[in-house]
């Protein structure tokens, strides 16, 4: 693995505009502690998610630091953030970590005598019984390959995907970055569910300002990680001209739907995600004349990667499954 990384590295550390040492021998293990510590912000949680010493990680980016030339990363308050330099380099770092993932993976197919692993990153909320039937076809065409599966936000579904992490990914909205390419999948509608004995349970109103003075449910606004359904509700009251309501944030959505299901408030979901409730009766909707918003689920995989049989029967059976109705 360190020569794979170590020619990468050349090869496009050569071909940027970044003022550092044309041969520059970094080796995987360095850029996977500089990715880490990026990620996590701090030395001693990149030290926890590596499983290595404080000391270790420090020296480990000391020394890519000394390669570089550079500093790469700076300090604000008590986290590291990265210097232009590390921006930089942090393209380039993800493409070498994605190279070495497909390595190890494919030497791990041949040495387990399976066809190699298919990673899939998904959003929480869309690993429902869909992707299980897809999984099952899936297993059922290609019964060789390792399938794993990790539920994430949509941001860090794409960055999965892009640091190789993940093989494909299912996440919400388009994604724009020239290291993924994105098809779309399914389209998923957006509806008002309450309670089964709300006053409005399967009644109809001609606006979502109707509904201003409910309480609503949603995910809690955090970073650029936090899922679109944060912010939907809101931007669809925005739209409308009304500033603020009334809210709770709750971040799963099995907590969202039992709290709707006891009356504590309505909430905006994927009609999808509580079909099976509805026709249960547990949860019904309201339906809202001029909320018309569909929400695009897209699958994700690394551009210039190459997409395996795998992956690509995956977003195929996900496509299907959908079609089909399948709750």
């Given at each position: 693995?360190?020569?794979?990384?170590?020619?990468?590295?050349k090869r496009i550390i050569s071909n940027s505009d970044m003022r550092m040492t044309h041969q520059m021998p970094m080796d995987s293990e360095g850029l996977e502690t500089f990715?880490?510590?990026?990620?996590?912000?701090?030395?001693?949680?990149?030290?926890?998610?590596?499983?290595?010493?404080?000391?270790?990680?420090?020296?480990?980016?000391?020394?890519?630091?000394?390669?570089?030339?550079?500093?790469?990363?700076e300090r604000v308050g008590r986290r590291l953030v990265m210097s232009d330099a590390g921006k930089a380099l942090l393209p380039y770092a993800e493409r070498v970590a994605a190279?070495?993932?497909?390595?190890?993976?494919?030497?791990?197919?041949?040495?387990?005598?399976?066809?190699?692993?298919?990673?899939?990153?998904?959003?929480?909320?869309?690993?429902?019984?869909?992707?299980?039937?897809?999984?099952?076809?899936?297993?059922?065409?290609?019964?060789?390959?390792?399938?794993?599966?990790?539920?994430?936000?949509?941001?860090?579904?794409?960055?999965?995907?892009?640091?190789?992490?993940?093989?494909?990914?299912?996440?919400?909205?388009?994604?724009?970055?020239?290291?993924?390419?994105?098809?779309?999948?399914?389209?998923?509608?957006?509806?008002?569910?309450?309670?089964?004995?709300?006053?409005?349970?399967?009644?109809?109103?001609?606006?979502?300002?109707?509904?201003?003075?409910?309480?609503?449910?949603?995910?809690?606004?955090?970073?650029?990680?936090?899922?679109?359904?944060?912010?939907?509700?809101?931007?669809?009251?925005?739209?409308?001209?009304?500033?603020?309501?009334?809210?709770?944030?709750?971040?799963?959505?099995?907590?969202?739907?039992?709290?709707?299901?006891?009356?504590?408030?309505?909430?905006?979901?994927?009609?999808?995600?509580?079909?099976?409730?509805?026709?249960?009766?547990?949860?019904?909707?309201?339906?809202?004349?001029?909320?018309?918003?569909?929400?695009?689920?897209?699958?994700?995989?690394?551009?210039?990667?190459?997409?395996?049989?795998?992956?690509?029967?995956?977003?195929?059976?996900?496509?299907?499954?959908?079609?089909?109705?399948?709750?």
């Amino acid at each position: 693995m360190f020569f794979l990384a170590k020619s990468c590295v050349k090869r496009i550390i050569s071909n940027s505009d970044m003022r550092m040492t044309h041969q520059m021998p970094m080796d995987s293990e360095g850029l996977e502690t500089f990715l880490c510590v990026h990620r996590t912000g701090s030395v001693s949680a990149a030290a926890f998610t590596l499983s290595r010493t404080q000391s270790a990680i420090s020296r480990r980016l000391t020394v890519l630091e000394e390669q570089a030339g550079v500093p790469l990363f700076e300090r604000v308050g008590r986290r590291l953030v990265m210097s232009d330099a590390g921006k930089a380099l942090l393209p380039y770092a993800e493409r070498v970590a994605a190279a070495v993932a497909d390595a190890r993976s494919a030497a791990q197919g041949l040495r387990s005598g399976k066809l190699g692993a298919l990673r899939i990153a998904a959003v929480g909320t869309l690993a429902d019984s869909r992707l299980t039937a897809a999984l099952h076809e899936v297993r059922r065409q290609f019964p060789g390959v390792d399938l794993q599966l990790r539920t994430a936000t949509s941001a860090q579904v794409s960055d999965l995907v892009r640091t190789g992490e993940a093989t494909v990914g299912l996440r919400y909205f388009d994604e724009r970055s020239p290291d993924l390419s994105a098809q779309r999948v399914v389209t998923e509608r957006l509806v008002v569910a309450c309670s089964n004995d709300h006053p409005l349970a399967r009644r109809r109103v001609p606006s979502l300002a109707k509904l201003a003075g409910e309480r609503w449910l949603a995910f809690p606004v955090i970073d650029r990680h936090e899922e679109f359904f944060a912010g939907s509700v809101f931007a669809q009251f925005m739209s409308r001209g009304i500033a603020q309501v009334e809210w709770t944030a709750i971040d799963s959505l099995t907590a969202q739907k039992r709290l709707v299901e006891a009356g504590l408030g309505i909430a905006l979901m994927q009609d999808s995600a509580i079909r099976e409730e509805v026709d249960r009766r547990q949860l019904a909707t309201i339906r809202v004349d001029d909320l018309q918003v569909e929400v695009p689920v897209v699958g994700i995989t690394r551009r210039g990667a190459g997409v395996s049989p795998a992956a690509k029967a995956l977003l195929a059976a996900v496509r299907a499954a959908c079609k089909q109705g399948i709750a």
